[in-house]
């Protein structure tokens, strides 16, 4: 796509179209081309937002495209994504907690993302302690916030300084009997 135009490098704030054919080609209608699934992996790399739509029935289906990426790169030798995750992730397919999955993992991606820089200069210096303990916090934070939605007090101590291994221990213990005590609640009122 050498000289894409404004449009076709999503510089002018909108979104690029890409028409899915019954034939399975992609095609980019701002830069009026056929592009390929490893062409708009370079365009969410390059943040450049677009939307995915059956060409016959004009249906959105970006997000099993973006499944479909995920997928191949994974095939591909790529795998980043843990099986251990894969089988906690299918696993709250159906869960009561289901619905506060989607938000609560793309906060995570977006502290990860936003934090990128600080881990990657913890390692290029060679810290001893580990680079993920901020991260890990963050994300103990909002999952107290989280369970404090569901029920209140529970998200007690969340301005408490970053605790020390085996403080975090307790806590994450502490935690895991409180998501276990919000699932069975949740699981109650679904009757």
Same mark, same amino acid.
């Given at each position: 796509?050498?000289?894409?135009?404004?449009?076709?490098?999503?510089?002018?704030? $909108?979104?690029?179209?890409?028409?899915? %054919?019954?034939?399975?080609?992609? %095609?980019?209608?701002?830069?009026?081309?056929?592009?390929?699934?490893?062409?708009?992996?370079?365009?969410?790399?390059?943040?450049?937002?677009?939307?995915?739509?059956?060409?016959?029935?004009?249906?959105?289906?970006?997000?099993?495209?973006?499944? +479909?990426?995920?997928?191949?790169?994974?095939?591909? $030798?790529?795998?980043?994504?843990?099986?251990?995750?894969?089988? +906690?992730?299918? $696993?709250?397919?159906?869960?009561?907690?289901?619905?506060?999955?989607?938000?609560?993992?793309?906060?995570?991606?977006?502290?990860?993302?936003?934090?990128?820089?600080?881990?990657?200069?913890?390692?290029?210096? $060679?810290?001893?302690?580990?680079?993920?303990?901020?991260?890990?916090?963050?994300?103990?934070?909002?999952?107290?916030?989280?369970?404090?939605?569901?029920?209140?007090?529970?998200?007690?101590?969340?301005?408490?300084?970053?605790?020390?291994?085996?403080?975090? =221990?307790?806590?994450?213990? +502490?935690?895991?009997? +409180?998501?276990?005590?919000?699932? =069975?609640?949740?699981?109650?009122?679904?009757?």
């Amino acid at each position: 796509m050498v000289g894409r135009s404004k449009a076709a490098s999503g510089e002018n704030g $909108g979104v690029v179209i890409i028409k899915k %054919y019954a034939n399975r080609r992609l %095609y980019n209608t701002a830069s009026s081309s056929y592009i390929t699934l490893e062409d708009l992996a370079r365009m969410v790399r390059e943040n450049i937002d677009f939307q995915v739509l059956d060409a016959k029935s004009g249906d959105d289906i970006t997000h099993s495209i973006l499944t +479909q990426i995920i997928m191949d790169e994974e095939a591909n $030798g790529e795998q980043m994504l843990p099986v251990s995750f894969l089988r +906690q992730l299918i $696993g709250m397919y159906g869960n009561s907690m289901q619905a506060l999955m989607p938000s609560y993992l793309e906060a995570s991606m977006t502290n990860f993302r936003d934090n990128q820089s600080k881990i990657r200069e913890a390692f290029e210096k $060679g810290m001893t302690g580990n680079p993920f303990a901020a991260i890990h916090e963050t994300n103990m934070a909002m999952m107290r916030a989280a369970a404090g939605a569901f029920m209140p007090g529970i998200a007690k101590g969340k301005d408490k300084p970053a605790a020390p291994a085996a403080e975090a =221990k307790d806590e994450i213990a +502490q935690l895991r009997e +409180q998501m276990a005590a919000m699932q =069975k609640k949740l699981d109650e009122l679904g009757k």
